[in-house]
T-cell receptor, first 114, second 114 residues
Framework: DADVTQTPRNRITKTGKRIMLECSQT?????MYWYRQDPGLGLRLIYY???????NKGEISDGYSVSRQAQAKFSLSLESAIPNQTALYFC?????????????FGPGTRLTVL | AQTVTQSQPEMSVQEAETVTLSCTYD???????LFWYKQPPSRQMILVIR??????QNATENRFSVNFQKAAKSFSLKISDSQLGDAAMYFC???????????FGAGTILRVKS
């Protein structure tokens, strides 16, 4: 079984709809991250969380919100989806502490906003 | 802010040959980590190799090795004995400072010719 899972794997929605992307992990890591990937731009950080009570904005947080329901679950929401939020979204996890910087990625969610 | 630059949008290599992918980065920090991730058509992000900035020795993982030049802020990936399965998008990434957030380059598409 995968250590980091994302649901759904693919989603098509319409402009103005609310949508939630979910991430779960069984690695026991404290830190979780949401990135989006766009062609020619690589991956960019949307939000990150160090524990249930510690959530931080990343480089491109506008238009997104997150919820850390438990150590193992971190959800990303688009309150009112717009076409330029069409992208590939990744969740990642890492341990906390010095030298534990490696991030492990989920399989990604392909989101299309029409 | 840290930046990562991959100047080669696409590269090609003949099967069994060697190829080098380039990456430069900009940071004012002295302690950080550098990574190469592989993204095959399955879109999964796979860690290829990791380098700790305080280590002078270049990291090696089987056919993959890096040339880390800290003063020049350069971090290239060498793939020896290229195989068809190496064909993918390769991302260079930097991690440092608070939260160890990853900063990615735009990626290099590697094509392997048989």
């Amino acid at each position: 079984d995968a250590d980091v899972t994302q649901t759904p794997r693919n989603r098509i929605t319409k402009t103005g709809k609310r949508i939630m992307l979910e991430c779960s992990q069984t690695k026991g890591h404290d830190r979780m991250y949401w990135y989006r990937q766009d062609p020619g731009l690589g991956l960019r950080l949307i939000y990150y969380s160090f524990d249930v009570k510690d959530i931080n904005k990343g480089e491109i947080s506008d238009g997104y919100s997150v919820s850390r329901q438990a150590q193992a679950k971190f959800s990303l929401s688009l309150e009112s989806a717009i076409p330029n939020q069409t992208a590939l979204y990744f969740c990642a996890t890492s341990e906390a502490g010095v030298g534990t910087d490696t991030q492990y990625f989920g399989p990604g969610t392909r989101l299309t906003v029409l | 802010a840290q930046t990562v630059t991959q100047s080669q949008p696409e590269m090609s290599v003949q099967e069994a040959e060697t190829v080098t992918l380039s990456c430069t980065y900009d940071t004012s920090e002295s302690d950080y980590y550098l990574f190469w991730y592989k993204q095959p058509p399955s879109r999964q992000m796979i860690l290829v190799i990791r380098q700790e900035a305080y280590k002078q020795q270049n990291a090696t993982e089987n056919r993959f090795s890096v040339n880390f030049q800290k003063a020049a802020k350069s971090f290239s990936l060498k793939i020896s004995d290229s195989q068809l399965g190496d064909a993918a998008m390769y991302f260079c990434a930097y991690s440092g400072g608070y939260g160890n957030k990853l900063v990615f380059g735009a990626g290099t598409i590697l094509r392997v010719k048989s």
